[in-house]
């Protein structure tokens, strides 16, 4: 079991299967998942509190490769109630940007009036990029964000000009014209890249584990709640750990 407060999550699978979620709301379906071949892929809101589980393994022979990216919230938004869903792949659009370019626009706005499927609190920008062996990409960052960082998950090639091969990550200040685009190329080989954008929250952060709030204050309230018995806050009638007590609609599906 693993506590959450209270940063959204977003899973991507790039190939593999999304495994089944358990948690004090309900539990939810293990979808499969891949590109081009994905069903759906799942958010989770942690809201105010969720203390949940991610069941099923990676089959032998199974290659399981994808993101799960956790988002900050404002401080006014970092206990509303928990929520959960899945996009279909049908709802993340899919562009060519240039010869041998693809674009899956997974959240926030894009250049033609666009907008990726994952909605969020705070205005955030998220692309996956696929570049084909000698292709290029012009990009800008849209206007309303100042920060941005792009980080490469397969392939070689270069970003601005310098080298950037898997696990590298460039970073933009992107507070102005001048430093909001970039230029991503690939060498002999396929790149692929997930660009993240946003604008800051300039809040404080406070983090423990799995909790990250504004103040100290805020994780020892938190943590109290956990020792006394009183979390999660919000939770479905039944006892989730106890899988004869679910309803028969509620009953999880692998």
Same mark, same amino acid.
């Given at each position: ?39 759906s892929?799942p958010?989770l809101i942690?809201?105010?509190g969720?203390?949940? &589980?991610?069941?099923? =393994?990676? $089959?032998?022979? %199974?290659?399981e490769? *994808? ?9 006014s938004k ?13 709802s ?15 959240a926030?706005?894009?250049?033609d009036g666009?907008?990726g499927?994952?909605?969020a ?7 996956d990029f696929?570049?084909?062996?000698g ?14 960082m792009?980080y490469?998950?397969?392939?070689s090639g270069h970003?601005?000009?310098k ?7 460039a970073?933009?200040? &992107?507070?102005?014209d =001048?430093? $909001?685009?970039? %230029?991503?190329?690939a *060498?002999s080989s ?11 929250l ?11 709030m504004n ?10 709640e956990i020792r006394g ?5 919000k939770?479905?009638?039944w006892?989730?750990k106890?899988?004869?007590a679910?309803?028969?609609d ?5």
């Amino acid at each position: 079991m693993t506590t959450h407060i209270p940063m959204p999550l977003i899973r991507i699978a790039n190939a593999g299967k999304v495994h089944p979620f358990g948690d004090e709301r309900t539990v939810h379906q293990a979808f499969p998942a891949g590109i081009p071949s994905a069903e759906s892929d799942p958010f989770l809101i942690c809201g105010s509190g969720i203390e949940h &589980a991610e069941g099923g =393994a990676t $089959r032998d022979g %199974e290659v399981e490769k *994808g993101f799960q990216i956790w988002l900050n919230v404002p401080a006014s938004k970092k206990l509303d109630d928990p929520a959960y869903g899945t996009e279909p792949a049908s709802s993340i659009p899919t562009v060519e940007l240039a010869d041998g370019v693809q674009a899956r626009l997974l959240a926030g706005p894009f250049l033609d009036g666009r907008t990726g499927a994952f909605k969020a609190v705070q205005p955030v920008q998220m692309v996956d990029f696929e570049l084909e062996p000698g292709s290029k990409l012009t990009y800008s960052i849209p206007s309303g964000f100042d920060t941005c960082m792009l980080y490469v998950y397969e392939g070689s090639g270069h970003v601005g000009g310098k080298p950037a091969g898997p696990n590298h990550v460039a970073l933009f200040d &992107a507070t102005s014209d =001048a430093s $909001r685009g970039f %230029e991503l190329s690939a *060498g002999s080989s396929k790149v692929a890249a997930m660009l993240f954008a946003g604008k800051k929250l300039n809040e404080p952060i406070a983090w423990h584990g799995p909790i990250v709030m504004n103040t100290r204050r805020e994780i020892q309230d938190a943590f109290d709640e956990i020792r006394g018995g009183r979390f999660p806050p919000k939770r479905v009638p039944w006892d989730y750990k106890d899988l004869s007590a679910f309803p028969k609609d509620k009953l999880p599906k692998v």
